[in-house]
């Protein structure tokens, strides 16, 4: 578990270096913004080429931001 919320934050951070949010993954980013631009476009098949295992990686990323799963349980339900 604390691997992947390292991760998560490593993510995070980039996507926020990038001139993102920083509560927001740059997979999630990607599927958010896919059709605004080229190089957005770009970065969302690189990503999914990555986790080639699963079906859509930058969709379920969005759909986990959308649900809040990402962040601390005490956080959900507010």
Known sequence: M???QTAIA???M???MLN???DETLSARCYR???N?????RWYRFINALFFWQD???K???LNEVDRNQISPEYRDV
Do not use: T
């Open 20 to 22: 993102g949010w920083a």
């Open 33 to 35: 913004q896919r059709m």
């Open 56 to 58: 859509d990686h930058c």
């Open 60 to 62: 379920d990323s969005y």
């Open 10 to 12: 490593i993510d995070q």
């Open 2 to 4: 604390r691997l992947l």
């Open 14 to 16: 980039a996507n926020a």
């Open 37 to 41: 631009g080229k190089w957005i476009y």
